[in-house]
């Protein structure tokens, strides 16, 4: 059974500082994986979507890597703004459509 | 357009209550998925329906659960005799097929007293 896990669990940080968010999952056969935010009382919002056959992904001030081998991806976040806080969520699937979800990092940039 | 919707927002119930949360897939979504999410963690996979076809209900943790999507569009999940472990958040997701992205609803949260 995949698991999926996050870390850190929390993040507490003051704006500006460049973030490195972890997500790593136990079975390397991957079909996707796709970092999402979700804010207090929120569904999710995708961010990034990382096909199986691709290592990285960029959207603005963000950029996500995947390490297959390693069983890794990293969710970077560059110059953080107060408007970022909030869990990121990393959710991996094996060739089918169920995704697994880490726990998630709550990060609060503070001003 | 408008995305998904899900209703109630907050909904408390007795222990022993029946409840019905709905959802409003993004209109043309074939694939629809429920997932339930408990405090301080991520979101465990329900079932899935793909237009009225429920194809998969392999996370309902209890004969409880159950959901239905007959014509292929709005899709209700539905809790019988509520149970306190039942209390948790009721993410409902759509997508154009089932390995395309997944846009979430913003969720029901159910509080079992």
């Known amino acids: 059974k995949q698991e999926v896990t996050q870390i850190p669990a929390a993040l507490s940080v003051p704006e500006g500082e460049n973030l490195v968010l972890n997500c790593s999952f136990t079975?390397?056969?991957?079909?996707?994986l796709q970092w999402f935010r979700q804010d207090p009382g929120k569904g999710l919002t995708s961010l990034l979507l990382?096909?199986?056959?691709?290592r990285e992904q960029t959207s603005g001030r963000l950029n996500a890597s995947l390490d297959k081998s390693s069983g890794r991806s990293t969710l970077y976040i560059a110059a953080s703004q107060p408007g970022d806080s909030a869990t990121y969520l990393c959710?991996?699937?094996?060739?089918?459509?169920?995704?697994?979800f880490g726990r998630g990092t709550s990060l609060i940039v503070h001003p | 357009g408008a995305g998904v919707s899900q209703s109630p927002r907050y909904k408390v119930a007795k222990r022993g209550q029946d409840v019905a949360l709905r959802c409003d897939p993004i209109?043309?979504?074939?694939?629809l998925f429920w997932y339930q999410q408990a405090l301080g963690q991520g979101p465990e996979f329900l079932t899935y329906f793909q237009n009225e076809a429920q194809l998969d209900k392999s996370g309902l943790p209890s004969d409880r659960f159950f959901a239905e999507r007959p014509e292929g569009s709005v899709s209700t999940l539905k809790i019988q005799r509520t149970q306190q472990e039942d209390s948790a958040v009721y993410l409902c997701?759509?997508?154009?097929?089932?390995?395309?992205?997944?846009?979430f609803g913003p969720g029901t949260r159910l509080t079992v007293t």
């Open positions: 997701a759509s997508s154009p097929g089932p390995n395309y992205e997944q846009y």
């Open positions: 959710a991996v699937k094996v060739g089918s459509y169920i995704p697994t």
């Open positions: 209109s043309g979504h074939v694939s």
């Open positions: 990382i096909q199986s056959s691709q």
């Open positions: 079975d390397s056969a991957i079909y996707n």
